[in-house]
């Protein structure tokens, strides 16, 4: 089941139509019932809390004023390695473009009091 902070491609009649980010599940007085409080990641910005079954959240179909609906669990893909890299030989060290030690940190904190 998804869980809070997963995100959440909602369909509409079939068709993809939004992202969502699950902000809280709380239990219904119904049992298997949930208000699930959903970010919805579009121009504007809007939140929306719907009352679902468990497995409505797991994704199954479900309707809404007579259309149909369903959330879609959004996993990250695997990130392809890039072609133009050589590869690694076993036991060898990473090879890094800096050497360590040359990085500085900027404290945002300082940054903000120095503006001001």
């Known amino acids: ?7 959440v491609l909602i369909h509409y009649e079939d068709k993809p139509l939004t992202f969502a980010r699950i902000e809280a599940i709380l239990p219904d007085i119904k049992r298997d019932w949930y208000h699930v409080k959903l970010l919805l990641l579009k121009i504007p910005i809007e939140v929306a809390t719907w ?6 959240i797991d ?3 479900f309707t809404m ?7 879609e669990l959004v996993e990250c893909p695997d990130i392809p390695e890039r072609p133009d890299e050589p590869e690694e030989e076993p036991g060898q060290k ?3 473009a ?3 030690g040359k990085a500085k940190v900027i ?6 009091k ?3």
Request: glycine share 8%.
């Open 65 to 71: 004023g007579g259309r149909k609906m369903r959330l």
């Open 59 to 61: 994704g199954e179909e």
């Open 107 to 112: 404290s945002l904190e300082e940054l903000r």
């Open 94 to 96: 990473p090879k890094t």
């Open 51 to 56: 009352i679902l079954r468990d497995v409505y």
């Open 1 to 7: 089941m998804a869980v809070e902070n997963d995100i």
């Open 98 to 100: 800096k050497k360590p």
């Open 114 to 116: 120095s503006r001001e």
